[in-house]
């Protein structure tokens, strides 16, 4: 119940910063983030090649991925790190994916924590 | 004409960064969803413990910087990539039970909002990243728990190593789904070797990355730290004035 040691002051400074640096990430360096399959996708993608056809692309061969169905949300508005679809919108769906995020657990944590408790012993 | 496509973000095909629906057969997923809510409702009863008006807050930032690194895949071989999962990180900054709920909020803001991981794969994603991935990481912390107290470069070790062998046990996970209800397409020890020789490769940089977020986050907020926590080197921890105390 004691006031903090390391103060509130102190604190709240420090998560700003951390919340800037993560929107940094998210918004900034988001771009510079490599296009290619990342491990899974690698592996339920071996044996196969991506074709283009007059039907968009397919996978030719046989691999894992063939089995992967098209996402329950595929056409929401930030679907795959794009708003709206449009092109070089990763870092505006990287700053808002940040933000409901730290809302989202922010508040599930605020409301978990426990209270009326020397929170600030070190303990 | 035959084009092998670079870009795997927009298109018909779309890559995600996590399990798509579809790649192992319903009751696998709908078993591994059932651990999922299992394990989560046993992270929620013991996360209370390490939840306070100091830790809450640094839990929900912790979720969000991990959404934000996720989104950065780092080249690993030519053609592939790598990003972090941030079980290991989580588990030293905020703890296992309370790291476990921010890689699931993690995995769900991607599944729900982004389309990022199929909707009934979330609990074998779940599992996988936020459960046996964190404990993995976690277990490897604790272990070397007395070198991370050593100092600063003892505590960057321990998260290299508890982060590499994060990643791999992840991923061996997958393998397991894949044994248990796999969809097809390669065969059980093609998809265990792959899985085993590209996660060491992406659990080094996620090794690198976790070192570099809990060795930064020492310099400044070593009280922060849950691993650092405990009674035994209460000095250690003991906040803002000893922080430079520790040999970098």
Redesign the interface.
């Known amino acids: 119940m004691t006031a903090p040691a390391p103060s509130s002051r102190r604190s709240a400074g420090f998560f700003v910063g951390f919340l800037v640096v993560a929107l940094l990430v998210a918004g900034a360096l988001s771009y510079f983030a490599s296009p290619h399959p990342d491990g899974l996708d690698t592996v339920t993608l071996e044996g196969c090649q991506v074709v283009e056809t007059n039907a968009g692309e397919q996978l030719a061969g046989t691999c894992i991925a063939q089995n992967a169905t098209d996402h329950t949300i595929a056409g929401s508005p930030l679907a795959h790190y794009a708003v709206a679809g449009g092109a070089a919108t990763v870092g505006l769906a990287g700053v808002i994916g940040v933000l409901v995020t730290v809302v989202v657990a922010g508040g599930l944590f605020w409301v978990l924590r426990r209270r009326g408790t020397p929170g600030d012993d070190h303990q | 004409?035959?084009?092998?496509?670079?870009?795997?973000?927009?298109?018909?095909?779309?890559?995600?960064?996590?399990?798509?629906?579809?790649?192992v057969n319903a009751p696998t997923a709908a078993v591994f969803g059932l651990v999922a809510v299992i394990g989560l409702a046993v992270a929620?009863s013991r996360?209370?413990?390490d939840?306070?008006?100091?830790?809450?807050?640094?839990?929900?930032?912790?979720?969000?910087?991990v959404?934000?690194?996720q989104?950065?895949?780092?080249?690993?071989l030519p053609?592939?990539?790598?990003?972090l999962l941030g079980g290991a990180l989580v588990a030293i900054l905020v703890g296992p039970w309370?790291g476990s709920?921010?890689i699931a909020?993690?995995l769900a803001?991607?599944a729900?909002?982004?389309?990022?991981g199929?909707?009934t794969a979330l609990g074998a994603n779940i599992v996988n990243m936020a459960l046996i991935g964190v404990f993995a990481g976690y277990t490897v912390a604790i272990a070397l728990r007395p070198l991370a107290r050593r100092g600063r470069g003892g505590l960057v070790a321990t998260a290299f190593v508890a982060a590499l062998v994060n990643t791999v046990v992840a991923?061996l996970a997958?393998v397991i789904e894949?044994a248990i209800g796999?969809?097809?397409?390669?065969s059980l020890g093609?998809?265990f070797t792959?899985?085993l020789g590209?996660?060491v490769?992406?659990g080094i940089g996620e090794g690198v990355i976790t070192a570099a977020t809990v060795g930064a986050v020492a310099s400044?907020?070593p009280?922060?730290i849950h691993l650092l926590?405990g009674?035994t080197t209460?000095l250690q921890?003991?906040?803002?004035a000893t922080a430079e105390g520790n040999p970098s």
């Open positions: 004409m035959l084009v092998v496509r670079e870009v795997g973000v927009v298109g018909d095909i779309v890559l995600a960064m996590h399990m798509s629906d579809g790649l929620v996360a209370r413990a939840l306070d008006d100091r830790t809450a807050p640094m839990a929900g930032l912790v979720t969000a910087f959404f934000a690194v989104m950065i895949n780092f080249p690993i053609g592939a990539s790598g990003h309370v709920l921010c909020i993690v803001v991607q729900l909002l982004f389309a990022d199929g909707l991923a997958f894949y796999g969809a097809g397409g390669a093609t998809v792959l899985m590209l996660h490769l992406i400044v907020r009280d922060l926590r009674s209460p921890i003991r906040g803002p």
